[in-house]
């Protein structure tokens, strides 16, 4: 039998949980647990790690779910606690997390992972070094990163296409 919560949108549901209406959470959690445990897979490749953030994420919703407004998409709201719990986790576990291609893969040599100090990339500028480290280890988007460099999300994503070009030229030998 279905729940009688589940054909409300996710702000409405979040609006019932704000005000003490704990299925509403249940429902919310259904609806949504297993895409932020696929976000967390790609990243974490210890199971109990992902684990522990998985339960951390929900448990950090469920402490600022008063801070939540509706004005906002709640999928938003859930990928930006996830995005920090995994951010926190990277920094105090200090784990490099290198993912240098448009598939999230990272670049291989022989039957190896290679892990890139873009900081010592003398073949990069400065802007395909930034921009690369905020879309790959800070996990930020084209339109976050064109702030903070000042241009298009549209050139944004040339430039890190050229800086990968220039790593991919680098790592494979020169043979693509």
Do not use: C
């Not at 297993?34 to 790609?42: G, N």
């Not at 522990?52 to 938003?76: E, M, R, T």
């Amino acid at each position: 039998m279905e729940h009688p919560f589940s054909q409300l949108t996710d702000e409405k549901l979040m609006e019932l949980y704000q005000n003490g209406e704990y299925m509403a959470f249940e429902v919310i959690f259904h609806r949504h647990q297993s895409k932020v445990y696929a976000y967390l897979h790609k990243r974490v490749h210890d199971k109990d790690a992902i684990d522990d953030l998985f339960q951390n994420i929900f448990i950090k919703f469920h402490k600022s779910k008063h801070k939540y407004s509706s004005k906002y998409p709640l999928l938003a709201w859930i990928y930006t606690l996830s995005r920090n719990e995994f951010l926190d986790y990277v920094k105090k576990t200090k784990q490099t997390f290198v993912a240098l291609s448009d598939n999230h893969g990272a670049i291989e040599t022989s039957a190896e992972k290679t892990s890139i100090d873009l900081d010592q990339e003398k073949q990069l500028t400065r802007d395909e070094k930034q921009a690369i480290g905020l879309r790959y280890l800070s996990d930020q988007d084209f339109e976050e990163i064109s702030k903070r460099l000042k241009t298009s999300p549209s050139n944004v994503r040339k430039i890190v296409s050229r800086g990968l070009h220039k790593l991919r030229l680098k790592y494979s030998g020169g043979k693509l």
